[in-house]
């Protein structure tokens, strides 16, 4: 689970001129990631491909660290996509609608009547968050579960003990149910696996050599754990690939992905009516993809978490760009680093971060010692310290290490947290997402 201390969620948007870069400067690239390594701010790897040709593809940290060993990421590493899985559902789901097998229109009772609402839950509404079916992943049951494999029968089983959120098409709302339902509907159809689907109408037929259904982590064909940065890298549980399905179950590579989302809008998957579709968005949500803003230009993607891994794809039609980024350990923000990436693609105003920070005795940091309650939000604040590193834990959240900047002043990068101590006044000022929050210590 990612720390952080105010739910939000994030659709990257990135402000970018319009000016194709004809030159790339790999150069800033290459000095963007490698300090990104250098400081543990990231681990992952990109690819850039314009007109079909990748361009720039870079790989940074480890697949694998254990006390014996530090396996170097590199392009051919694989990472758990997440939900840039449900991309993939999507087109087969298209697939099967051109080859008349299934509808739009068609309903869920057609493949499970018990499912609530299954009367009046379309394709469609399964496709752009429209069904109201409760977000399995969001109930609090879910971590107890998440490390243990699942039959289809249990996972539809979770899905239906949920009242739903909302009546169908009544409004949108993300929900990971869709889409492990969708894939169990192309199974149902085509009686043949996801796996095998996955493999018939994508990966063979536009040749993506390491694009699959994950199972257990195997990094002896240069699959990637994911960890997360606690002083140190430290590995993160493995959901069981049977749980996410076709919502978040796919393994591929930075290259791979941009290759799958080019041959998507050069028609090689689905027709153009298909992909219009896809791309229609209401509400926020397309069937199976987002609208990512840039100034007046748009791209089109979907962006994905599970576990420790983060990852981004993106197409921008109007410059025949694609961008995939996947990550096995975040701290600096992947949406911080994506906004680098294209703002030296683009040739825009950008400074490489240099991640500065100062060093503290630990006998100076007794003066930040303390619980800190706000009257702004209902959460305390604990401080403590490990050493001579700070750290701060919220209610009922994980704590997480702070970096010291300058004086009286920590940064946590990985939720884009800051924390400004005044000592005299027995107070802290937390900065996140734009707020300010005062906190007071309490005696």
């Known amino acids: 689970m990612k720390t952080k201390i105010i739910s939000t969620i994030l659709l990257f948007t990135f402000f970018l001129g319009t000016a194709y870069s004809q030159s790339l400067n790999k150069s800033r690239l290459d000095s963007l990631f490698s300090i990104l390594f250098e400081k543990n701010k990231a681990m992952g790897s990109l690819s850039l491909s314009h007109n079909g040709t990748v361009i720039y593809t870079r790989a940074i940290g480890y697949s694998l660290i254990s006390d014996n060993e530090k396996k170097p990421a590199s392009p051919l590493t694989k990472y758990r996509i997440g939900s840039i899985t449900k991309m993939f559902t999507s087109a087969m789901i298209f697939q099967l609608i051109e080859e008349g097998k299934i509808k739009l229109t068609t309903t869920l009772n057609t493949f499970f009547p018990h499912i609530p609402n299954a009367d009046k839950i379309t394709i469609s509404n399964l496709l752009n968050h429209r069904s109201g079916l409760h977000n399995f992943t969001a109930d609090a049951a879910y971590l107890s579960y998440m490390t243990q494999p699942k039959t289809p029968d249990e996972m539809v089983e979770i899905v239906s003990k949920f009242e739903p959120d909302f009546q169908p098409n009544e409004k949108a709302a993300y929900s990971n149910s869709n889409y492990i339902i969708l894939g169990y509907i192309i199974e149902k159809i085509t009686k043949e696996p996801y796996s095998k689907n996955l493999t018939k109408r994508i990966t063979s037929k536009i040749g993506l050599e390491s694009t699959y ?221 734009g707020g300010n929050f005062l906190f007071t210590k309490e005696k």
């Open 213 to 433: 259904l994950g199972s257990k982590t195997n990094v002896n064909t240069n699959e990637s754990y994911s960890y997360q940065f606690e002083g140190n890298w430290k590995q993160q549980p493995e959901t069981d690939m049977s749980i996410p399905g076709g919502a978040g179950s796919i393994v591929s590579t930075p290259t791979d992905l941009t290759k799958f989302i080019e041959a998507l809008f050069s028609l090689k998957l689905v027709s153009q009516n298909s992909l219009d579709q896809m791309k229609t968005i209401t509400d926020g949500y397309g069937m199976g993809m987002f609208q990512i803003p840039f100034n007046a230009k748009k791209a089109y993607g979907h962006n994905g978490g599970i576990d420790g891994f983060g990852s981004t794809l993106a197409y921008f039609p109007e410059d025949n760009l694609a961008i995939a980024y996947c990550t096995n350990g975040q701290v600096y923000p992947m949406n911080n680093i994506l906004i680098g990436v294209l703002s030296i693609y683009f040739n825009q105003p950008y400074s490489i971060p240099t991640f500065k920070t100062v060093s503290i005795k630990e006998e100076d940091l007794d003066k930040y010692l303390g619980i800190y309650a706000s009257t702004q939000i209902p959460l305390k604040i604990t401080i403590s310290k490990n050493g001579a590193t700070l750290i701060a834990q919220a209610t009922g959240q994980s704590s997480f290490p702070l970096e010291a900047t300058e004086k009286d002043k920590f940064k946590f990068d990985q939720a884009g947290v800051i924390m400004e101590f005044n000592p005299d006044k027995n107070e802290m000022t937390l900065k996140q997402g």
